[in-house]
């Protein structure tokens, strides 16, 4: 079946970077879906959408939380999209997760899993940072 694959997750102190990779297994994943987005689950609170990337032009989407130190990115080369964090902080610390919709990102309701309705979900990559 088609996967999502995350990788690139660890731990950080605070003010450090990672760089999370997301790329399919076994499919296209810029190629076939115009929709890709990072999410994460901390530890009692629900999914929040972190960015997301119109594969076929220039649109990217960020949560306030996050503008400024995250950047999401695509390299179709390597079929892969990434997101490249900045300045971690403790409260940044949670379970990141891909997913990708073949449709169009909807603006700022890419943030939103429910109402981009994304179709292909990755298992996660845990992000610690410690203060």
């Known amino acids: 079946g088609q996967k999502l694959v995350e990788s690139g997750g660890g731990s950080v102190p605070a003010g450090g970077s990672l760089r999370l990779s997301c790329a399919g297994s076994?499919?296209?994943?810029?190629?076939?879906?115009?929709?890709v987005g990072w999410f994460r689950r901390a530890p009692g609170k629900e999914r929040e959408g972190v960015a997301a990337?119109?594969?076929?032009?220039?649109?990217?989407y960020y949560a306030d939380s996050v503008k400024g130190r995250f950047t999401i990115s695509q390299d179709s080369a390597m079929d892969t999209v990434y997101l490249q964090m900045n300045d971690l902080k403790p409260e940044d610390t949670a379970m990141y997760y891909c997913a990708a919709d073949e449709g169009a990102c909807w603006g700022t309701y890419a943030l939103e899993s429910a109402k981009q309705g994304y179709t292909n979900w990755g298992q996660g990559t845990q992000v610690t940072v410690s203060s």
């Open positions: 990337i119109y594969t076929r032009g220039i649109s990217t």
């Open positions: 076994g499919f296209a994943l810029t190629a076939g879906y115009n929709c």
